[in-house]
């Protein structure tokens, strides 16, 4: 089955730093989301992107963050200066039309802001 | 709001043991129930899902029937095995938002001793 790929899986940055995270989603997909999980709480959604821009974006998802689809095929989710509390697992997302049915995750990339 | 509660874990049981995991959910409009799995060093996949009140969603021996009476999900299955020890996220999507948003609970550990 095809897969959502996420790099790096692990990313330890000094805080203040901008970090960059990749994802390489399912090709004939058109939807793209950003989920995160901060140890032991829930898995929350970020932002969903479709036709090169942001559908929705949660409270959380504020100026420090951006995304974008630079070439067709990556999807990547900026923090410009991170913080203590951005530390989480950061999950990428895809889906086809069907959108809501289906979503299709990577395995997640780890930051740790020191 | 939406939101989703989820059975604290993590669930230790041995292997062909009966296995539920419960959810109940909070949700302004009609939603459609989830659970997904992620296998370790995987992206979360989808299980099963039920669109409306009173259907059951099953995969792979994995059941849970969408009880709007009792705003629950719950997931069963009767005999576990080993490959089952996942982490298990319950999530529901409102389809009055847009789409692909999803609210999940916090995940359930579960570990299947042979």
């Known amino acids: 089955e095809p897969e959502v790929t996420q790099t790096p899986s692990h990313q330890v940055t000094q805080m203040g730093q901008e970090v960059i995270l990749r994802c390489v989603p399912i090709s004939n997909h058109l939807y793209f989301y950003w989920y995160r999980q901060i140890l032991g709480q829930k898995v929350e959604f970020l932002v969903s992107f479709y036709n090169n821009e942001i559908s929705e974006k949660s409270e959380i998802f504020d100026d420090q963050f951006s995304v974008e689809r630079p070439d067709g095929s990556n999807f990547t989710l900026k923090i410009r200066s991170t913080k203590l509390e951005d530390s989480a697992m950061y999950f990428c997302?895809?889906?086809?039309?069907?959108?809501?049915?289906?979503?299709?995750f990577g395995s997640g990339t780890q930051l740790s802001v020191l | 709001g939406n939101s989703v509660t989820q059975m604290e874990g993590p669930v230790t049981l041995s292997e062909e043991a009966f296995l539920t995991i419960n959810c109940t959910y909070t949700?302004?409009?009609?939603?459609?129930l989830f659970w997904y799995v992620q296998y370790p060093g995987e992206g979360l996949q989808l299980l099963l899902k039920?669109?409306?009140?009173?259907d059951k969603g099953s995969n792979k021996g994995f059941e849970a029937t969408y009880r709007k009476e009792t705003t629950s999900f719950h997931l069963e299955k009767g005999s576990v095995q080993v490959s089952d020890s996942a982490v298990y996220f319950c999530?529901?999507?409102?389809?009055?938002?847009?789409?692909?948003?999803?609210?999940f609970g916090r995940g359930t550990q579960l570990t299947v001793w042979p």
């Open positions: 997302a895809s889906s086809d039309r069907q959108g809501r049915e289906k979503l299709f």
């Open positions: 949700a302004t409009g009609y939603p459609s």
């Open positions: 999530a529901l999507d409102d389809r009055g938002s847009t789409l692909g948003r999803l609210y």
């Open positions: 039920a669109t409306k009140a009173d």
